[in-house]
């Protein structure tokens, strides 16, 4: 089962975050003020968009063969497959996943968001990540809020300055999820890559896209309450369960699940 969402006009005098990040992931969903950002990023961060892509996988892949079959994925952006829920369907063929992002360039590409099995269902909501009780209202209308619910924050809550409170936005999301369910987070951060100080948000910021990198001990208090699943908070070539290890490597990202006690 899938919904329909209308398709809106973009400005793409502007870069977006979407759009830069996939042009990091190789994609062609860009324009010129999208790859001009990208350009000025240091070339490894397309390593880290892929990174992050890969824990992505192996984090709902894992989810799914634990028994969960509800997704909240909030900052989805334009669909790169597989998408989330070929992944989690693929496992639990009647798995219930929920996208969210307030961007209007991903708007056009949501009717691929939609493609589910037809045991399962996937959707898509068109709301803002700092409106959290808009989103859990609407997510509640698709999603059983009774039973474990994934939620998944990937790549998004750099995004949020400080003044936005990014804090309180994962603390209202995660207080509403019944227990047994989950926070799926990753992070940026140059605690790798010191030398990428400032360069980074300057990139974004020349584009008016505010940018937050935070260090471990900032990334940290997300998790303030949860049970951090093993190997704990880590960045993103070192999350794994069960399967062959990453190969170790420099990472422009802190990664984390954690169960909802």
Do not use: C
């Not at 042009?23 to 062609?28: A, F, I, M, R, V």
């Not at 990208?38 to 984090?59: D, I, K, S, V």
């Not at 994925?73 to 996943?97: K, Y």
């Not at 989950?182 to 980074?200: C, F, M, N, R």
């Amino acid at each position: 089962m899938s919904a329909r969402v209308p398709h809106t006009r973009i400005d793409t005098s502007k870069p977006h975050p979407a759009r830069v990040y996939d042009w990091l992931l190789g994609g062609k969903d860009n324009y010129p003020v999208d790859r001009g950002v990208g350009q000025e990023l240091p070339q490894e961060t397309r390593g880290n968009a892929a990174r992050n892509r890969a824990f992505m996988h192996r984090a709902v892949a894992w989810l799914a063969k634990s028994g969960v079959d509800q997704f909240l994925d909030i900052g989805s952006g334009i669909p790169t497959e597989p998408n989330m829920h070929q992944i989690v369907q693929a496992i639990v063929p009647t798995a219930r996943v929920v996208y969210v992002d307030s961007d209007p360039s991903v708007l056009p590409h949501a009717d691929a968001l939609l493609t589910s099995t037809s045991e399962g269902f996937t959707d898509f909501l068109h709301a803002d990540a700092r409106q959290p009780a808009a989103i859990l209202e609407l997510a509640a209308e698709r999603l059983d809020f009774e039973r474990p619910v994934a939620l998944s924050l990937l790549t998004m809550l750099h995004f949020l300055p400080d003044d936005e409170d990014p804090y309180s936005v994962v603390r209202t999301l995660v207080n509403a999820l019944p227990s047994g369910s989950y926070l799926v987070l990753s992070h940026g951060t140059v605690d790798q890559h010191p030398e990428w100080a400032g360069k980074i948000e300057a990139a974004y910021e020349k584009g008016s896209i505010p940018l937050r990198l935070r260090s471990r001990s900032e990334v940290e208090p997300f998790f303030e309450g949860l049970e951090l699943v093993a190997p704990g908070l880590v960045f993103a070539a070192e999350w794994y369960q069960g399967e062959l290890a990453p190969t170790p490597e420099r990472s422009g990202l802190h990664v984390g699940v954690a169960r909802v006690p």
